[in-house]
Each structure stands twice: as C-alpha cells, then as structure tokens.
C-alpha cells in the first residue's frame, strides 16, 4: 500500500490573485465602455468624436483600473504582512502558551486533548511551520501565499484593456453608427458572462443572460443621458 493517501479529488485555485480582477476588469471594461461609447452616441453623430471617447475611455479605465488594484492588493498585503510579523513575535517570545493555544484549536475542531497537544507540539519544533498553521488559524492567510499587488495591476489593466476594446473596434473599423457596436458588446457581454460559470457554480446560460441585462441596462440608460444632452445643445 502507497505511503501518500489516495487524492480522489483536486480544489481549483480559489486563492490566487489573479483571477478575479482579470474577470472584474474585462467584465467593467466592456460595460463602462460599451456604456460611454453608447452615451457619447446618443449625443452626436459624429464617429470621430465616439471613437475618440471610446480610445479615451479604454486608456483612463485601464490605467485607473491597474492602479486601483496595484494599491488594494499592496494594502491588503501590508496589512497580512504587519500581522504576520505579530504572529512571529508571539511564537518567539511566548512559545508555550501559542504551543497551548494551537492544541486547543485543535481540541475545537473535535480533536482529543492528548493528540491536540502532541500534534501542536510536534508542529512547534519547527517555526517555519509553525508560523504557517498559526497564521493559517488566526489570520486566514499565510506568509507564503500573500497575493501579488503586479499580478492583480497587470491583469487588470490587460483585461479591461481587452474588454473595453470590444464595443470601439467597430468605430475603429468605419461603422457609421451604434448598432454593429452594440451589436458586438451585447454578443461579447453575453459570451464573457457564460465563461464566467466555468469558474462558479451557476449555469452558462444564467451568467451569460445576467452579464448581457447588466452591460445593456447600463448603456441604455447611458445613451438616453447623452440623447438629452445632445438634443439640448449643451
């Protein structure tokens, strides 16, 4: 018989920090572009002018998007880290006492007080580990598995950079109005909401119908906001 247990099943990633804003800012570059470009639309009929507010609204968004992130994510990082750093202090100065207070987290959990106290002390020995499970328990996170400030400003400046692209490549393209525009956002919307439920537990079809409700609400009433705008001459 092996010495490793069996795995009979693999977790997707749920902690990396990658994913969600990747999915956030392609999901808000398509809607906050498709609705800026539809708004500058309803305002004039002049394509040079709703191109350059869509290249205007691509870039702004982008960068605002990538440093948004980048300051969160530092943030959040700095925060775990100064607590970490606690944790550390603790175990160095007041060993016993986290070596009793590991055992009886696991005592919580269902564990005898006798192997509670023999695994937490088994644990303690090495202080690498030990500040790991500690951090884990206490915190939520661990030292090794903070997330990336870069990898959370990097993909959210590409994904809002691609999502935001989608509904100005008409315009970029020669289209004289908004339909093929809100034609290719609605399509993209749609499609962009749908691969969403390859990484949740809704079905394609819900995702992709509530993204499409979401993106085509916002842009409506958008345009209607231009279209009064426009026809008041300001």
């Known amino acids: 018989m092996s010495g490793r ?3 009979h099943h693999q977790h997707r990633d749920v902690t990396g920090g990658w994913l969600r804003p990747s999915v956030f800012g392609a999901m808000d570059g398509l809607v906050s572009n498709f609705a800026l470009i539809a708004g500058v639309a309803g305002g004039t009929a002049n394509t040079k002018v709703v191109a350059l507010g ?5 870039a702004a968004g982008a960068l605002s998007m990538a440093g948004g992130e980048y300051v969160s994510v530092a943030s959040q990082r700095e925060l775990a880290q100064a607590e ?3 944790e550390r202090r603790e175990l160095a100065s007041h060993p016993a006492d986290e070596q009793e207070e590991l055992a009886q987290t696991f005592v919580d959990k269902g564990v005898t007080p006798d192997l509670a106290a023999e695994v937490a002390r088994q644990i303690s ?4 580990r030990a500040l790991e499970v500690h951090s884990r328990n206490e915190l939520g996170v661990a030292p090794g598995d903070l997330p990336s400030p870069m990898v959370a400003a990097v993909s959210s400046f590409l994904s809002f950079a691609v ?3 989608l509904p100005l490549v008409p315009y970029l393209f020669g289209a004289r109005g908004l339909a093929l525009s809100a034609g290719v956002s609605c399509v993209a919307l749609f499609v ?3 691969l ?3 990484v949740t537990a809704r079905s394609w079809w819900y995702s992709g119908l509530r993204q499409l409700l979401v993106g085509a609400v916002a842009a409506a009433v958008t345009f209607a906001v231009g279209n009064l705008i426009g026809a008041a001459g300001l």
């Open 196 to 198: 969403v439920s390859a």
């Open 84 to 86: 970490i750093a606690v």
């Open 125 to 128: 020995q090495n202080p690498d």
């Open 5 to 7: 247990a069996e795995a």
């Open 192 to 194: 962009a909401g749908a």
């Open 163 to 165: 999502g935001a692209a």
């Open 54 to 58: 869509g290249v205007a609204g691509l």
